[in-house]
């Protein structure tokens, strides 16, 4: 009896190892490039992380690496998350240019409103309209920021031609455009090089959302910051969170559809409403150092209409790439439009 017993015991033992191998945790590593405390990671990827471990009963760990802590530079972000080197990142669009080709309607000035959570609720609904553009990952996340404004080190913008002749920053190929349609010379740069490059000279100014002056501090490198009348911006970056698609693939159905609860449509507005909300500290410190310049309804026609030239730019190259380029911009506008505000 005794020997029946500690068989009966040991398979007990071993049917309760399998089952918590089973269940054991599956570790998923973050990759982005901003640093640990930038409202990025502290607002809104570590507070999904955590929903996401919660709602899997601690099966999934999100371990998340900051400021390209496990290598590379920031334009590599998407090739990693591509061939599965990270499990899963937060990169920039504009960063990869080329690779996105019809999310760039997002972001063209005078489709982007000033809302985030307008713009990335349109995006995600939108979804069909960019799907190709994510077909070699698993999006979480499409989203953009509250959008650009100029922050300038000594000249105030107060219409397009104050930006004659003057070095700016840019995040991407439409922000390139946008700034050259204003009069400016475009410089391509990744946001954690811009302080060095405002310092030294390099830039006469950036085209950055407000978000980002804690990180950046950015209220000591630039007197001046000039936005639209109501808010607007003249234009926006396009972002994702984005996963491996053989590692999602690789996980049990139960999990995929944790991380499918955590994404897209089901976050859009949750996340939009955030990037909003974190524009009014990099405000606050605008105003507490430096002058922030809010257009007139006219002054900010006057960028509008160079903004003009940006699309259509944009719909003559879609176009000829095969795309309906003036279709996806009408419906972009349509799909801001209708999209819950800030």
Sequence with gaps: MKRILAVATGLVTASMMIASASAQEVKLTLHHFLGPKAPAQTQMLEPWAKSVEEASGGRIKVEIFPAMSLGGKPPELYRQVRDGVVDIVWTVLGYTPGTFPRSEVFELPTVHKGSAMQTT??????FDLVAEDFKDVKPILLHTHGGQAFHMVSKPIRKPEDLT???????SRTGGWTIEAYGAEPVGMPVPEVPEALSKGVLDGTLVPFEIFPAL??????????EGAGGTRFGTSTFMIAMNKDRYDSLPDDLKKVIDDHSMGN????????WDGIENGGKDLRKSKGELIELTAEETKAFDDRGQIVVDRWIKEATGNGLDGAA????ARALVIEAPAK
């Design 217 to 226: 501090k950015l209220q000591e490198l630039t007197q001046y910051s000039t």
């Design 267 to 274: 976050i859009a507005a949750q996340y939009g409403a955030v």
């Design 328 to 331: 996806m911009v009408e419906k």
């Design 121 to 126: 609720v349109a995006l995600t609904g939108a």
């Design 165 to 171: 002749g003057l070095k700016v920053r840019t995040p």
